[in-house]
């Protein structure tokens, strides 16, 4: 993640805690599991002004108590009978809002990632050797709702914000029986994985209104001694064909790079280092809360966009902070193919390159 230290205070997690790299703040911090809602001074206030209330809200009934305990046996019956009513109508108040109406909130959404509960129930019906490949931008594939209702799943988180390589890759294992599985704002990518891979079983959760919960994308290992059917795999071919508009497209991409290159030499200059993501490759600025690339907006606006609008095949960006990688997708013969084709873009059949200073 690679956030400035000013906009730290404004994301969604007040836990992050920002650290310096260099000359200027690049890395927030998740918090930890463990810290609560006392981790942060906003958390403690919520939770004493809670406590506060729940104190004032019961001193009228204490007080009544305290006086039904001197008062006259009837008295002091009817006084217990109206303290009784009055609490068991406060708590089917509170439990009839929390299971009735409470969960239809954006608030209740948010709680009980209904999302994840369904995926986590459709997940359980995978085969025992299945392995899953998890898309989401909220959630982590170890989120705790997961891994209390699908605790035998095996996978792997493949989304920007939470894989190992903050990429979105598309690569399989055609050893065993995988499931991608698909959440906003990945829910596009089911189309393209499909278009790879044919001959799966697509499954789309659908939630009130029609919106979609997730998609799934369930393949079968390939067996031994069968052959791929065609386009199920990325695996580079001697020749192919060129899309219409493909030369057209690479043009853009190249030009898109050169401009790209010249805001870094400007960064430098300023910082006296680039954008730093610690060498792992990123998109270079799909989300603005972890692509290092996003950082040339200072320098770069808007920041170049991949002509194909495909969120797969964009630009990519690797850098140390005193080196850098730039990568795009490669349609044609229009420009110079990439001599060198990372792991982790092995989804792309064809790169373009640059690297620098």
């Known amino acids: 993640m690679c956030l400035y230290e000013e906009e730290c205070a404004r994301r969604a997690f007040p836990g992050r805690r920002c650290m310096t790299l260099g000359a200027r703040a690049e890395r927030c911090e998740r918090p930890s599991p463990l810290q609560g809602l006392g981790s942060t001074a906003n958390g403690w206030d919520s939770l004493l002004n809670a406590v506060g209330l729940a104190a004032l809200e019961a001193l009228p009934l ?7 305990q001197t008062a006259p046996r009837v008295a002091r019956g009817a006084s217990l ?12 108040l509170n439990l009839s809002f929390y299971f009735r109406e409470f969960p239809d909130t954006t608030a209740g959404t948010l709680t009980y990632a209904e999302e994840v509960v369904s995926a986590s ?5 995978l085969p025992d050797d299945a392995y899953v490949y998890f898309y989401a931008g909220r959630w982590a594939f170890d989120y705790e709702v997961r891994r209390f209702l699908a605790p035998d799943v095996q996978g792997e988180d493949r989304s920007r914000e939470f894989s ?5 890759s598309l690569r399989r294992d055609r050893t065993s029986d995988v499931m991608f599985i698909f959440f906003d704002p990945y829910l596009d990518l089911a189309g393209e994985v499909q278009q790879l891979y044919p001959g799966g079983r697509r499954h789309d959760e659908l939630g009130p209104g029609g919106r979609v919960k997730f998609s799934a994308y369930n393949l079968p290992a ?5 052959t791929p059917l065609p386009g199920a795999t990325p695996v580079p071919t001697p020749t192919r064909e060129v899309l219409p508009g493909g030369e057209d497209r ?3 991409r190249l030009a898109g790079m050169q401009r790209i290159q010249q805001a870094l030499a400007a960064y430098q200059q300023k910082y006296q280092e680039f954008p730093t993501n610690g060498g792992i490759i990123q998109t270079f600025c799909s989300s603005k809360t972890s692509d290092a690339g996003c950082q040339l907006s200072e320098f770069l606006d808007p920041l170049p966009r991949d002509p194909s609008g495909s969120q797969t095949k964009g ?13 795009a997708y490669r349609e044609s013969e229009a420009v110079p193919d990439c001599d060198e084709h990372p792991d982790d873009l092995a989804d792309l059949v064809d790169l373009m390159c640059v690297q620098g200073p």
């Open 62 to 68: 204490c007080l009544l108590w305290s006086r039904a």
């Open 81 to 92: 009978a109206a303290i009784g009513a009055v609490v068991a109508v406060i708590a089917f």
């Open 121 to 125: 129930h459709y997940m359980n019906g």
């Open 164 to 168: 190992s390589t903050g990429t979105a």
């Open 222 to 226: 390939l067996a031994v001694g069968a």
């Open 250 to 252: 690479d043009r853009t």
């Open 315 to 327: 630009y990519f960006y690797s850098s140390n902070g005193v080196e850098y990688a730039l990568y």
